[in-house]
């Protein structure tokens, strides 16, 4: 089992740039890779960055890249979201979540553990 705590989440002007933090327990081992999805309000949850913990492909999804980097500290065993150009688009509960066996589809692969989200809102 993996237990995974996300933190930093908070308010931030439009333009503005805000880190998330994800501090992962457990087997954390087991792990192969590692994400950032959101859910706004009413609507679907997304896919934002995922990461592969041992060599640290990533990937990110069209709506953010080129504004967020998505990271990882193997020794804290931590992952992060350095979020940057933030717009009204990316206010979300943003939820950590790590996949136990390899794939070669980060985006559309389904992930085994999640935390229990933290708030970004971006005001206009």
């Known amino acids: 089992q993996v237990q995974l705590v996300e933190s930093g989440g908070g308010l931030v002007q439009a333009g503005g740039s805000l880190g998330l933090s994800c501090a992962a327990s457990?087997?954390?081992?087991?792990?192969?890779?590692m994400g950032w999805f959101r859910q706004a309000p009413g609507k679907e949850r997304e896919f934002v960055a995922a990461i592969i913990w041992n060599n640290g492909i990533t990937k990110y999804a069209d709506s953010v890249k080129g504004r967020f980097t998505i990271s990882r500290d193997n020794a804290r065993n931590t992952l992060y979201l350095q979020m940057s150009s933030l717009k009204s688009e990316d206010t979300a509960v943003y939820y950590c979540?790590?996949?136990?066996?390899?794939?070669?589809?980060?985006?559309?692969?389904?992930?085994?553990?999640w935390g229990q989200g933290t708030q970004v809102t971006v005001s206009s």
């Open positions: 457990g087997r954390t081992s087991s792990s192969y890779a």
């Open positions: 979540a790590s996949r136990r066996w390899g794939t070669a589809d980060l985006m559309g692969a389904t992930y085994d553990f």
